[in-house]
């Protein structure tokens, strides 16, 4: 090496700059979290391997306003072009290079199933993608990113992962041969299918691939073809073909399925052209230049683990690897860090409690399989037979595959199971919504909420309702119900209203906008210049921003507009008007709940999973007690944000029935949570007098007579004149120590204790018991010995006149402590006649002085 470590602290370690990681990159500058990104290659990404964005994708760029800019510069998908052998042709076997047949035209197809989404399925390369995701993270306030970086090891100090504020992942590098050192809370593997975090935790990834070899070039054609500008599926003799138009009108890609017994190593530029002009046949194709190619097997695989100790997480690539013909694997990679970027955003900015980081694992982990699944079935229907159909069957067949898929390649497919996060409906099914009436039909827990237009109540602009869910961290309460002219409908509202009000006002941290941590939207179906602004609750028209206006952007109507028609929103979606719908939507767009006006007191419980914000007293759980769940939770940034909240809570004593008014600090040290110990200490806990339960016990005696070594000892320092505090019967910290047989966490005490250890360790309880007489009846030999190397007196006698030796626990103590009494009285004695020898040698070795005569 050529010269010293350095090291370096942060939140968030983003180890790789590719979809993934930039994406948790812009959730988290958004949020305003510490992170560093580190990228192995020595600059950013030069032309990239993926190029399809799927639907879903393209509406996730357009939640941070990155949609314009992406729609403008790539190729859209709007149509699919099926083609298959045409065994009637006879071409020239002396041209064609002794191979018969050609191919014809069979269907076409739209790309994307019509409603599915409002945004389209387009091509871009992703290395442009990239830097638009870059730009926006560095417009946000984000780091630049750290080229050159090499992962060598990360590790994670199981020890302090429960402790909010340490920073136990380790991940070492090298940087033009100079170790760097990173600390983090938390680390994400976003460095793809040779991932060295994954490899450096042991992770293994696990699947099969075929023998199936493809070849994948990016080509400027000279073709007479009539759908080269078209995505087109391709079956002749001579193997099946992929078209993928590029951006820019003259570019694109060719999928091609290279003939059986190819080894991908050997394969070459030539080969790979010559395919593809046999496949084309009767059609000419010359290939004017070639921007890039490339052979590869296909391959399905998947990570054994996902996380390690919930402190780091893989991501896309180093995760889960598969072919490129279905255009997942971007995607897919991108919204890996879109899930787990507002999670560790939303915990690290104390919105959120930590389990709701956990979920990545729970949600990710199921669609990478799904993913795995899909491909393997999906590689199936491209792999032909030579006869000019693919193994399943001919052209109509793999349209029918197409069409059927077009869900799930949109990326429109994915639900997530029951969590914290998602509340299914009762009689909801995994794959279908409830069928009761009760529920919206399209409307599932887990799924995306779905899009229709709706028209704005304040100024008529039309917008779709996904467009208006920005990525900004809020979530959502939108409440959909009929004509608000209608008094029953008008009613409903109100109560509605009302009770989203409290659950708002209360979860919104002081000085913040009401709308800020959660954002009540309204969708009304009825004749939009029939409503009156005095009619809506006022919820749904906050008074927000620095010059506190009234919001007018949060109502909508499903009702024509002026120039794009009407969608008929609720009939799409599948509301009912006649009863209220509410629907809580996540900050990534996906649904967690849906309930009718009825079930309104469902949102306090739900917020509650996961919220660190305190809730309204009747419907939800105390203040006092979500902080003493949270000690118990041993979540000190929980604990720290809650007394920020409710200052007077900082002693909090409990009050129940067997909770003897122990304060948090009695609680958090007899549970031997240390951190929390320290948090409280730190904001005054214990500034005036030491805090006393009902018995009189102070937090040092419950940790002591627990066990708790650490904060003993840390007590102890802080506070020493505790250690010989009595509680209601007497006795004292030392003696709960001795009781409890914790031989360190008493020599602790006996090292801070003012009055010294001897005189400590003669103090009796009300009932004449001493600390030897505990440690007797535990039958703890250490425990023994320390107390009478301190001083203990063997021969005190309790108030029934017992010494320590008849409460030995078992024989093996009795004779030990006797042992050790006998040996403590010699020495008691040796030092006494010791004393007086060295007193009598000193008598006779003294001058008598006189005075003069």
Known sequence: MKGASKTHQTDVLICGSGSAGLMAALWLAKYGVSFRVLERRNGPLATGQADGVQC???????????????????????????????????????????????IKWSHYAPDTEPGLSHMPHVILNQAQINEFITEEMLRCGGPEIDYGYEVKDVKVDAGTTADPERYPVTVTTLKDGIEEVFCAKYALGCDGAHSAVRKSLGFKMLGDSTDAIWGVTDVYPRTDFPDIRKKAVIQ???????????????????????????????????????????????????????????????????????HEQHRVFLTGDACHTHSPKAGQGMNV??????????????????????????????????????????????????????????????????????????????????????????????????????????????????????????????????????????????????????????????????????????????????????DSFIEPLLVLQTERTSIKLSQLPKIFTPITGKRKLQSLHKVFVDDASYNSGHSHAFDTIGISSQRTTIVVVRPDQHISLVISDSEVNMLYSFFQNFSTRPSPAKQMIDAPLRLRRAIHANDALLVKRIIKSHPKLLHNPDTSADGLSASNLHLAASLGHLPIVKLLVSLGHEADLPALNDDFQTALMLAAGAGHTEIVHFLSEQFPSSIMRRDIRGRDAIMEASRGGHDTVLQILLTYVPCGPELAVRNADLEGNTALHFASSNGNLLVLRTLLAAGADADRRNIWSWTAVAYSATVEAEVYLKRLVTEAEAKRKLRIQTEETRKNEVLKGGVRMVGND
């Open 333 to 514: 990679s991108l919204q890996d860090g879109y899930n787990i970027g507002w999670k560790l955003g939303a915990y690290l900015t104390g919105q959120a409690t930590e389990s709701l980081v956990r979920t990545y694992v729970s949600e990710r982990q199921k669609t990478a399989a799904e993913l795995i699944e899909f491909d393997r079935n999906w590689s199936k229907i491209f792999k032909s037979n030579g006869n000019g159909q693919t193994s399943n069957g001919d052209a109509s067949y793999v349209k029918d595959q197409f069409v059927k898929a077009g869900r799930y390649t949109a990326g429109q497919a994915y639900k997530y199971d029951s969590s914290i996060i998602v509340c299914p409906s009762e009689g909801e099914s995994a794959t279908e919504p409830a069928s009761n009436g009760e529920k919206a039909s399209q409307l599932v827990a887990g799924t995306r909420f779905p899009s229709a237009q709706v028209v704005r109540f304040s100024d008529a602009k039309v917008f779709q309702l996904l467009s208006t869910l920005q990525s900004d961290g809020r979530w959502r309460i939108i409440v959909f119900d009929g004509d608000i002219q209608q008094k029953e409908v008008q009613n409903r509202l109100d109560a509605v209203g009302s009770a989203i009000d409290l659950l708002v006002r209360e979860s919104t941290p002081e000085g913040h906008d009401l």
């Open 56 to 102: 879903r994708t393209v509406e996730i760029f357009e939640s941070f306003g990155l949609a314009d800019q992406l729609l403008k510069e790539s190729y859209h998908v709007l149509e699919l072009a099926f083609y298959s052998s045409d065994k009637d042709t006879v071409l020239d076997r002396a041209e064609h290079g002794g191979h018969g047949g050609g």
């Open 236 to 306: 002749s003799t001579s193997g099946t073909l992929v078209i993928i138009p590029r951006e820019g009108d003259e570019m694109v890609r060719f999928y091609i399925e290279l003939p059986p017994n190819t080894i991908a190593s050997q394969v070459t530029k030539k080969d790979i052209h010559e395919r593809a002009r046999l496949i084309f046949r009767p059609y000419s194709m010359e290939i004017a230049e070639t921007h890039w190619w490339s052979a590869y097997g296909v391959g399905q695989r998947l990570a054994d683990h996902f």
